[in-house]
């Protein structure tokens, strides 16, 4: 079975420094199962690592322009796979 991330939160939207805070070893990225309020959903390896990228690729973009707003993209509860808790 492939590791995951496990984590519980109740917004809309998942930011990603929010995953990269609670997230133990940051260099290796996993696909995390998202619960919230009793639903859950899959975020797939390949939609972190995308997102890791658009993180960096814009704080690049934007270094020196924006340090009082950081950039902080996020997952929306629309994008991820919905789960089934009975299975």
Same mark, same amino acid.
């Given at each position: ?11 809309? #939207?998942?930011? $990603? ?7 133990? &070893?940051?260099?290796?990225?996993? *696909? $995390? $199962?998202? #619960? ?29 322009? #924006?340090?009082?707003?950081? $950039?902080?993209? #996020? &997952? ?5 796979? *919905?789960?089934? *808790?009975?299975?």
């Amino acid at each position: 079975m492939e590791l995951y991330t496990y984590m519980e939160h109740l917004g809309d #939207a998942l930011r $990603i420094r929010h995953i990269m805070a609670n997230t133990l &070893f940051r260099d290796v990225v996993s *696909p $995390i $199962i998202w #619960a919230q309020e009793g639903r859950y959903g899959w975020i797939s390896k390949e939609q972190v690592q995308n997102l890791y990228r658009r993180q960096r690729d814009l704080e690049k973009q934007q270094k020196g322009y #924006a340090k009082d707003k950081p $950039i902080d993209l #996020a &997952f929306h509860w629309d994008e991820v796979t *919905p789960l089934d *808790p009975a299975t």
